[in-house]
T-cell receptor, first 116, second 109 residues
Framework: GAVVSQHPSRVICKSGTSVKIECRSLDFQATTMFWYRQFPKQSLMLMATSNEGSKATYEQGVEKDKFLINHASLTLSTLTVTSAHPEDSSFYIC????????????FGSGTRLTVV | DAKTTQPPSMDCAEGRAANLPCNHSTISGNEYVYWYRQIHSQGPQYIIHGLKNNETNEMASLIITEDRKSSTLILPHATLRDTAVYYCIVTGGGNKLTFGTGTQLKVEL
C-alpha cells in the first residue's frame, strides 16, 4: 500500500526559532497533501491543504505566515513553524492520497513538536 | 462534508467481534464512508472505505445501510492491539478528511 514518511518524529526547539517538518510520499505521487495538528486528548484538526506547484489553502483560524507550507514536488511537502512558541507544541501529522491506486488517504507517523 | 456521530467509547472482549456504529444521516450521494484508527501517539491508520456496497478486507468489514445514513465497522476477532480511537469520516472523493471525536475502543482480556 501507499506509504507516507514524516520527518522528524520528535523535535525540541527553543522559543522564537523555526522548525521544518517534511512529509514524503514514498511510492506514489501526491499533488495534494494535508497537514493536521493534534493536541493531547483531542482529535486531529486540519490546518491546511498543500498543493503541488501552488499556494497552500489554510483552514480558518490558521495563520499562514506562521505555518509556512511548501509543496515543491509531487512527493514532498514541508511545514515550517516559524517563530515557535510553547503553545505551538503539538503533534503534527501529514496525509496524502494515492489517486491512481484509489487507496484511502495515508498518514505519516507524526511529528511531536515541543517548544521550550 | 457530512457530519458523523459515534459513541465516545466501547469495550470489547478479546476474540469477540467489535461492532462500531456510525451515523451519517446527512450524507450525500457522492460521499464515501472512511474508517481510520489511531493508536496512541501514532498517525491514523486506514482501515476501509465504501460508497454504498458492503466492503471487506483483511482488517475489517464495513456494513452500510441501504439508505446510507449509517454504517458499522466490524473487527471480526478483536485483539488487544486493536485498542485505539476509531474515526468514521464521510467525504467526497479527493476531498479533505475532517475528523470528529471518534470512538475509543478498549479491547480487554
Amino acid at each position: 500500500g501507499a506509504v507516507v514518511s514524516q520527518h522528524p518524529s520528535r523535535v525540541i526547539c527553543k522559543s522564537g526559532t523555526s522548525v521544518k517538518i517534511e512529509c514524503r510520499s514514498l511510492d506514489f505521487q501526491a499533488t495534494t497533501m494535508f497537514w493536521y495538528r493534534q493536541f493531547p486528548k483531542q482529535s486531529l484538526m486540519l490546518m491546511a491543504t498543500s498543493n503541488e506547484g501552488s499556494k497552500a489553502t489554510y483552514e480558518q483560524g490558521v495563520e499562514k505566515d506562521k505555518f509556512l507550507i511548501n509543496h515543491a514536488s509531487l512527493t514532498l511537502s514541508t511545514l515550517t513553524v516559524t517563530s515557535a512558541h510553547p503553545e505551538d507544541s503539538s503533534f503534527y501529522i501529514c496525509s496524502a492520497r494515492d489517486l491512481v491506486a484509489n487507496y484511502g488517504y495515508t498518514f505519516g507517523s507524526g511529528t511531536r513538536l515541543t517548544v521550550v | 462534508d457530512a457530519k458523523t456521530t459515534q459513541p465516545p467509547s466501547m469495550d470489547c472482549a478479546e476474540g469477540r467481534a467489535a461492532n462500531l456504529p456510525c451515523n451519517h444521516s446527512t450524507i450525500s450521494g457522492n460521499e464515501y464512508v472512511y474508517w481510520y484508527r489511531q493508536i496512541h501517539s501514532q498517525g491514523p491508520q486506514y482501515i476501509i472505505h465504501g460508497l454504498k456496497n458492503n466492503e471487506t478486507n483483511e482488517m475489517a468489514s464495513l456494513i452500510i445501510t441501504e439508505d446510507r445514513k449509517s454504517s458499522t465497522l466490524i473487527l471480526p476477532h478483536a485483539t488487544l492491539r486493536d485498542t485505539a480511537v476509531y474515526y468514521c469520516i464521510v467525504t467526497g472523493g479527493g476531498n479533505k478528511l475532517t475528523f470528529g471525536t471518534g470512538t475509543q475502543l478498549k479491547v480487554e482480556l
